[in-house]
């Protein structure tokens, strides 16, 4: 099985090289190109504008200016072009993604762009509320998480056009209760802080914070989930159309 591994917190991120060892695990024939500088945060975007540099790591490893989008569209378009990879992995990011923060992750969101290309893929993310074990609950949980995905992977078995995304509770390993499959939840709407200061040249700057965001825990979402200490596993479509509103707003235009 090809394994495509990538990221949005860099190639140097320690998620990265947890990454790199679950997968290890899994195949000899992975391959690695992720961004090469921390990109938390991009989103689903794409680098139009200026162009993008490859940095080769090793062997079948690589690196690219840009985004993770970039990353997975770059490994599709050139590096593997003749040889698609089987599943597509992208993490371990340091930070939960969960929730409507979704949408704004470059870790989900190569994911999606696998997702898009027809490729199973699997976004993977590990909760923070300390120092004190960082990644422990991944690398205890990933083997037990990943081998009914793969196996469903490799049997052709996921919907297509659609990711899992995974995150692992900020809690030792030993106190993981257990894998959720749960819905995607919603934080109440707070974008954290807006500090403001002034630059060593004297003009004005804004500078957004990530604090851990409001939210009022729904039952059977994956905020609940990672809150009560377990992984969630929640499978994402790209269809974003809220169906019950086809009807209305057909029915406004009508007359
Ligand atoms: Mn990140």
């Known amino acids: 099985m090809r394994i495509l591994l990538t990221n949005d917190d860099g190639i140097h991120a320690p998620g990265f090289a947890v990454l790199e060892r679950i997968a290890a695990k899994l195949s000899d024939d992975v391959w690695v190109c992720a961004p090469s500088e921390e990109q938390s945060g991009a989103g689903h975007s794409l ?9 080769e ?34 993490g371990v990011n340091a930070g939960e993604n969960l929730g409507d923060d979704i949408t704004y992750s470059g870790t989900a969101s190569a994911a999606m762009e696998a997702a898009l290309a027809g490729i199973p893929a699997i976004a993977l993310s590990q909760a923070f509320r300390n120092r004190g074990h960082r990644f422990d609950a991944t690398e205890g949980w990933a083997a037990r998480v990943l081998a009914p995905l793969v196996a469903l992977a490799k049997d052709h078995a996921l ?13 030792p390993a030993e106190e993981v209760k257990g894998i ?28 957004f914070g990530l604090q851990s965001f409001e939210h009022t825990l729904d039952h059977g979402t994956d905020l609940e989930a990672v809150a009560e200490g377990y992984v969630s596993v ?3 479509q790209l269809d974003l159309t809220h169906y019950p509103a086809i009807d209305q707003l ?6």
């Open 234 to 236: 929640t499978p994402l």
């Open 159 to 171: 919907a297509r056009r659609t990711l899992v995304n995974v995150n692992f509770p900020a809690v």
């Open 47 to 55: 680098t139009l504008h200026q162009p993008i540099r490859l940095q």
């Open 250 to 255: 057909a029915g406004a235009f009508a007359s």
């Open 57 to 90: 790591h090793g062997e079948r490893r690589f690196a690219v200016t840009g985004t993770p989008t970039d990353a997975v569209n770059f490994a599709l378009r050139k590096l593997l072009l003749d040889q698609r990879p089987d599943l597509v992995l992208s």
């Open 180 to 207: 959720r499959v749960v819905r995607q939840g919603f934080h109440d709407y707070s974008r954290g802080s807006l500090v403001e200061g002034t630059d060593p040249r004297g003009k004005r700057y804004y500078w």
